[in-house]
């Protein structure tokens, strides 16, 4: 579980810190009105939830293969 929890949170704030600039990018440079930043703040989460699962499932993997290769040793 804890491999999981890791994995996750590792990837989410990866991708965090990647869209923080982004956003603010986007702010100043196209955004017309409220329902733009809206948008782009609904993009973001939307983002930040698939990071999260897929970081949850890259550390179960890892987790998986890690316990897979001490069990083969022996």
Known sequence: MLSIV???GM???FVYK???PMGH???LGFAN???DLGRAYLGA???QL???VIGGWLGNR???RWRQKRLRRR
């Open 6 to 8: 890791a994995g996750a």
């Open 11 to 13: 990837l989410a704030l």
């Open 18 to 20: 990647l869209i923080g």
């Open 25 to 27: 990018w986007y702010e």
């Open 33 to 35: 009105n409220d329902d």
């Open 45 to 47: 989460l939307a983002v």
């Open 50 to 52: 698939a990071a999260s």
């Open 62 to 64: 890892l987790f998986c």
